[in-house]
Every structure is written in C-alpha cells, then in structure tokens.
C-alpha cells in the first residue's frame, strides 16, 4: 500500500507539472477570441461563481451535466425535487421594465423592445433540473431555455441566438485505489431548439417555431478526477465532452418539428488542476484552474486562449456558507451560498466576454437558485 501511495503520488506530480506548464503557455498566449459568447451545455451558480471552473470541484448532482467523475463524490442518496435558476444581464433591466417585460418572452416581441435600445445585449436564462443521485450513480430531466439577442448601434442587424434543450441523463462512476482515480460516464438523451440567425430588424410577425431548428439526439460525456492522497487533496481532473460529436438527427424535434436539423455540438476536452486546503476545523478552502477545448486549435481573427481561461476560488464554512470568487475569461466572479440537507440558496455574478481579442466586450451577468431535495 506504501508503494503504491508513493508510486500515485509520482504520477500526480508529473501530471501536475505537465499540466501546470501546458496551462501557463496557453493563458499567456497572444490569439483571437470567438465573435460572440461561447455556448455552454450548462453552466450553473456554483461553477461561474468560482470563476466557471467545474471539472474537479463539482459534486453534486451537476455532476451529470459537466463531469460524471464528480458523482464518485456523493456520500448520500439525494432527490432534488425543485431547483428554479435564472440567469440574467445587468443591461437587461435597461431594456425592459414591468409594462413591457411580456413582449421580451417572444421573439417579435424581444426585437420591438430591442429596437429601442440598441446597442445593448440581451441575455436571460431559466433552466431546472430534477434529479436522483447518489455515491456514483444518478439521472434527471433538464430543461433549459437561452436568449441572447442585439439590435446593433446602427440599427441595420438582429442577432437572435437561442437555445433549448429537454435532456435525460443517465451517469456511473467507476471509483479505483480506494476513490483516488475516479472515471465517470454519462449517456443522455436530448431533444435540442436553436436559432443562431442575423435578422433583419425591420420584420414582423416573426415566430420561433418558424426560424428554429430542432432534432433528438444522444450524447456522452467521459470524466476523470485523480487526486493524490497527500495534504490538501491536489487533483488534475478533465473531460471528454461529447464524445465522437452529438448530432441532433436521431429523429424530428418533440415540439415543433421542423424540417432543419440543429448543428452537431464538436467533442471538445477541458483539463484543471485543483487544491483543498484545511484552513481550521471547520474553514475549508478549494482552489481550481481550469481550461477549455485544450485539443480544440484557437480560430485565428476569433478566438483567444484568455476566453478559455477560468480560476476560482470556495471558502466553506462548516458546510453551511459557502464564499467563492474567481475569473471569468478574465472578468471577475463572486458567489454566495446557504445549505442545508433540505434547502439550497444560491447567487453569483460574473463577466461573460461577447466581443472579439481587439474589441474586448464585458456582458456582467447575475444569477441565482433555490432548491429543495431530500
């Protein structure tokens, strides 16, 4: 068993440093960012809290929707039966108020408020998700609904990106060396709506049924969080998203069926490194670094290494109040958390980047989630 410590924490160590290495020469490199937000699967109060990191440090039932490995984390059977999120930007409310919010909630509706405040982003976000987990297993329904819209300054273009998705994933952990190495699974299946269209600002009578895409596909998620069994817990974790690319042509949509096919979300691998300090007897601290797509080549003129950088940080005060903070793509985070076995209160706020390498642009974005489980 002492060989076999001594032989792991070699292992980890050499990782580390490789992994330490690869991260410092892409967060300094000097390239292009994406035209525009990068769209996440699912993005939650603790993760952008922390600054978006998630491989390594989450652990509860999220777990299935960014790293099946984090169900190796589980200690109890947990039912959450009710966990409303909403996702919304600051510049929001100087676009909509309480007369005119109900025409934000449809597309033609969005695009009136919006021609009289060009210029400003749009973006809201609602999503819940049901589930059943315990230590390395679970399943749940997600639903999630995205906005992102602009009229820009002059007055010539609406962009519309929205997003959809029903999904049921099912998710195992395999736990090796008495939980050292943990590798999750997870297989969903998932019923997609998108629009990602530059309108003319001028239409009328615009209707989602009949500018979306829509299709039912399966996809899968492979994860693995290895951490040395020495003093605060360093870990290197990573995940394998959508494996072998998730198409969306099983078969028509369930709600609008429309003849085009939502585009195949590109299998893409994020790597971290991570830490949990003891800082007294019931102060605990979390520590992750953590970058995206590391196989995935920066798109010249549009993408930078900055956009898929993340950091954060978590004190846990005797597993009731939770403080985090971190960077977002360069932007601060900071969160806020209440738990107890029954409840969970959540808020956080975070800069999102939506501009280009040469025209940084910060949308700052607020969050917040309650839930009840048993």
Not at 33 to 49: H, K, L, T
Not at 57 to 64: G, I, P
Not at 96 to 113: C, E, F, K, W
Not at 158 to 163: A, G
Request: charged share 20%.
């Amino acid at each position: 068993m002492k060989r076999l410590r001594i032989f792991l924490t070699l292992l980890f160590t050499l990782c580390s440093v490789g992994l330490a290495v690869l991260y410092g020469s892409l967060a300094y490199a000097h390239g292009p960012s994406f035209a525009g937000e990068i769209d996440e699967f699912y993005s939650g109060v603790r993760m952008m809290g922390m600054g978006g990191t998630y491989v390594n440090v989450v652990n509860d039932e999220t777990a299935l929707l960014t790293n099946p490995a984090g169900l190796g984390k589980l200690r109890d059977l947990t039912f959450t039966i009710f966990d409303p999120e909403v996702h919304a930007s600051f510049t929001d409310t100087e676009i909509v108020t309480i007369s005119n919010y109900a025409g934000a909630l449809n597309v033609q509706g969005l695009l009136d408020i919006l021609n009289t405040a060009k210029g400003k982003h749009w973006h809201a976000k609602y999503q819940v998700f049901p589930s059943i987990v315990g230590p390395n297993f679970g399943t749940g329904v997600l639903a999630k609904y995205q906005y992102n819209a602009e009229v820009n300054e002059a007055g010539t273009n609406f962009r519309f990106d929205y997003v959809s998705d029903l999904a049921m994933p099912l998710g195992y952990t395999f736990r090796f060396f008495s939980g050292v190495m943990k590798i999750g699974v997870v297989g969903r299946l998932m019923n997609r709506t998108e629009v990602h269209s530059d309108i003319d600002p001028t239409s009328t009578g615009l209707e989602l049924k009949n500018i979306s895409s829509e299709g039912i596909g399966i996809g899968a998620d492979v994860g693995m969080i290895l951490t040395a069994p020495v003093a605060w817990l360093p870990a290197i974790g990573g995940v394998v998203r959508d494996v072998g690319n998730t198409t969306y042509d099983l078969r028509e949509g369930m709600l609008n069926a429309t003849t085009a096919r939502p585009l195949a979300t590109e299998q893409t691998i994020d790597v971290s490194f991570s830490a949990q300090p003891i800082i007294s007897n019931r102060i605990r601290a979390t520590i992750a670094l953590e970058y995206r797509g590391i196989t995935t080549p920066l798109v010249e003129g549009q993408e930078d290494a900055i956009k898929r950088a993340h950091a954060g940080i978590e004190f846990n005060f005797a597993d009731f109040a939770f403080l985090r903070g971190g960077a977002n793509q360069g932007y601060w985070t900071a969160g806020l958390e209440f738990a107890t076995e029954r409840f969970q209160l959540q808020a956080a706020t975070y800069g999102e980047e939506i501009g280009t390498p040469t025209t940084r642009r910060e949308d700052r974005r607020w969050i917040g989630k309650f839930a009840l489980r048993f």
